[in-house]
């Protein structure tokens, strides 16, 4: 009689600053394809909120609606979302137990100082006065994050961030807080790209791909050995 073999263990991938404007729609849509994988997700702002907070979001009427019909997605069983900053929702996880950790336009653009009550208004300042003003201790907190992160990824595992520059280069901060955090880490290898929209399916991409459309998108991934 054959002996039985153990249950594979699920593979655990988790996205930072998930929720977004279409209700962590892009953690939702991969949950539901790959039900043998478990999904989770950290975000100031709840999986349930439908509140605009991009005033690009309301400007751009097929943005707005694509937003809607994203809402209406419901949350699979293999996805767990945390409301919490990125380094407490990090520290909820033991080390060496994940094996992709994922942030589209999240990580290295915000400050620790930024919370629920104050994230519209700071999202609204950030539109009209270029970010750089408004998240002015981003750095050191994607300082704090990377190292985090770089702790709860098993070994092998991957961190693979998106950020965008705005093509007249005002906002090139966003990329440099990453850079910057990531070459202070114990990430050895790293490897950077600018990505191509064009070949990226409409349906698995985030809401502010979509309206991203003044911007150059890069994605950087960082193996841990």
Do not use: W
């Not at 249950?7 to 729609?25: M, S």
């Not at 949350?75 to 407490?88: G, R, T």
């Not at 991957?158 to 955090?181: E, H, M, S």
């Amino acid at each position: 009689m054959p002996i039985k073999q153990p249950p594979k263990p699920k593979r655990k991938i988790l996205h930072l600053g998930n929720v977004g404007e279409d209700k962590a729609y892009r953690s939702k849509r991969l949950a539901h394809m790959c039900p043998d994988i478990q999904f989770y997700g950290i975000d100031l702002k709840k999986i349930t909120n439908s509140r605009v907070h991009h005033p690009s979001v309301l400007e751009d009427t097929q943005i707005h609606k694509l937003r809607e019909s994203r809402l209406k997605l419901d949350k699979p069983k293999n996805l767990i979302q945390f409301q919490e900053n990125f380094i407490k929702g990090l520290l909820d996880f033991p080390d060496n137990h994940l094996d992709i950790i994922t942030s589209d336009f999240a990580v290295g653009y915000y400050d620790q100082r930024v919370t629920t009550r104050n994230l519209k208004k700071k999202a609204v300042a950030a539109y009209k006065v270029n970010a750089v003003n408004v998240y002015t201790e981003a750095e050191k907190y994607t300082i704090d994050v990377i190292n985090l992160i770089y702790n709860k990824l098993k070994p092998k595992g991957k961190f693979i961030a998106y950020y965008f520059i705005d093509r007249n280069r005002i906002n090139t901060y966003f990329g440099f807080n990453l850079k910057t955090a990531i070459n202070k880490s114990k990430f050895l290898y790293v490897k950077e790209e600018k990505v191509d929209i064009t070949k990226m399916p409409p349906e698995f991409r985030s809401l502010y791909t979509t309206h991203l459309r003044d911007s150059d998108i890069y994605r950087i991934v960082a193996i841990k050995e």
